[in-house]
């Protein structure tokens, strides 16, 4: 058994996860000058956040987030500057929605909604998709998450700005930055046990130390649940295991890359070092919400794969399954049969499989962050659902600002934890995609 042991420093702020949410919050605190320690189980970016697909969309539902993920954006594109030369591996490239008859209305009203709050939008009918997208089938039905001509398109939307960015890279600036602002972050450090007394929280970690600090952010992902109920604090957060498959380039065009493609994935090495060069750039990322995947571009030609529909609840300290056969087929069967090539080009299909691993989603009961004061020194970023990462660059500025001690922004109150137990929960996506926010 570890030997008991403490420090006598009291950090004005703790914070337990390093995974990008985590290590935005820092960097925003230690700009602050504030006094920050992290406390991360593994290394940064170790966890769910190094498997992200890493997309950056403003297509949110939800107008907070949709202010929130237009901001990031624009920060991760200058990232080097925010934060002394580091370089989130932001690629624009465009995004493209693709919705059913039975979300079209809604896709219409969403699109319409950013228009307003200034992000550049584009609102497209099947037959603008088919003359600015040739390789796009809009009326390839019978995708994962559709059945019949539910996955044929009624609407398409247009992002301009969207595109991707490197998850690992990227909370590694963020750690780096806020070290240069004299944060510490411990790695490899598990908190064990938290106490909270009137002036402070004592955190145990699982060598016997406490550390102490006068308050205390949670943002451990799916450990966060746990953590919160040492505290008497219930937040209905799961755990569940989602699947990214790499679908490699065309025969031809180069090696598909097999970076990343075991059931662990973590890092930025699955992006590969050679320059962008992305197929089909003017459609860039796809969120085929009639087909239910989604789609990103790889440099090396290839594409990432992902579903939008709910999993069943995992523990979250089981190892996660790699990825099966029928997950893999399922997917790049959706995703060839909606872009089979331009007409008269079959090269499309003459794609192999490259790899793939599983993801941890933190996902809330209303698929919505859930950020706020949950005790007298404690708060909490967690349940973003599996649409997390592009928001962190400025919602870790607006948690920031909570636990400085900062007036909320507008809108941040919405996400408040006991949201859930006052019957306000949040709308979300579009059906049973509630991923996309």
């Not at 990432?304 to 529909?309: A, H, R, V």
């Amino acid at each position: 058994m570890a030997q008991a042991r403490s420090r006598g420093a009291v950090a004005e702020v703790g914070i337990i996860g390093a995974g990008v949410h985590g290590a935005s919050a820092a960097f925003h605190l230690a700009r602050r000058g504030l006094d920050v320690v992290v406390f991360e189980r593994g290394r940064p970016a170790g966890g769910p956040t190094g498997r992200s697909s890493g997309i950056c969309r403003a297509y949110y539902t939800q107008p907070f987030l949709a202010r929130a993920a237009h901001d990031s954006i624009a920060f991760l594109a200058e990232f080097a500057e925010h934060t002394d030369g580091g370089d989130a591996g932001f690629v624009r490239t465009g995004g493209l929605y693709l919705h059913g008859p039975d979300d079209a209305a809604a896709a219409r009203r969403t699109a319409t909604a950013l228009i307003d709050l200034g992000v550049s939008i584009e609102i497209l009918g099947p037959d603008e998709v088919t003359v600015r997208f040739p390789g796009i089938d809009v009326g390839a039905g019978d995708g994962p998450g559709s059945a019949g001509t539910g996955g044929n398109v009624a609407v398409a939307v247009r992002e301009e700005q969207a595109g991707y960015a490197d998850p690992y890279r990227t909370t590694w600036g963020f750690v780096a930055a806020a070290r240069t602002r004299g944060a510490v972050v411990h790695a490899d450090t598990r908190v064990v046990r938290i106490t909270e007394t009137p002036g402070q929280v004592a955190l145990t970690t699982a060598d016997g130390t406490t550390h102490r600090v006068q308050r205390l952010l949670l943002a451990a992902g799916p450990w966060t649940a746990p953590l919160a109920a040492q505290l008497g604090v219930p937040l209905p957060l799961h755990a569940e295991r989602h699947v990214v498959a790499l679908l490699g380039p065309v025969s031809g065009s180069g090696p598909a890359s097999t970076a990343g493609a075991t059931s662990g994935g973590a890092g930025s090495a699955r992006r590969g070092a050679a320059p962008p060069d992305i197929p089909d750039p003017d459609t860039g990322v796809i969120i085929d919400v009639a087909g239910g995947y989604y789609a990103a571009p790889q440099p090396d030609g290839g594409w990432m794969l992902g579903g939008l529909e709910p999993t069943p609840p995992v523990d979250p300290d089981a190892a996660t399954a790699p990825v099966r056969d029928t997950e893999f087929a399922r997917l790049a069967e959706a995703a060839l049969r909606r872009r089979p090539g331009r007409p008269g080009e079959t090269r499309a299909r003459a794609r192999a499989r490259a790899g793939g691993w599983s993801a941890l989603y933190d996902v809330s009961p209303d698929w919505q962050p859930v950020i706020g004061q949950i005790t007298d020194r404690v708060w909490v970023d967690a349940g973003t659902s599996g649409h997390g990462f592009k928001l962190a660059p400025v919602l870790g500025d607006h948690v920031a600002g909570l636990l400085a001690g900062e007036a909320p922004a507008p809108g941040l109150a919405e996400f408040a934890p006991g949201r859930f137990t006052a019957g306000d929960q949040l709308t979300a996506g579009f059906g049973t995609a509630r991923i996309l926010g």
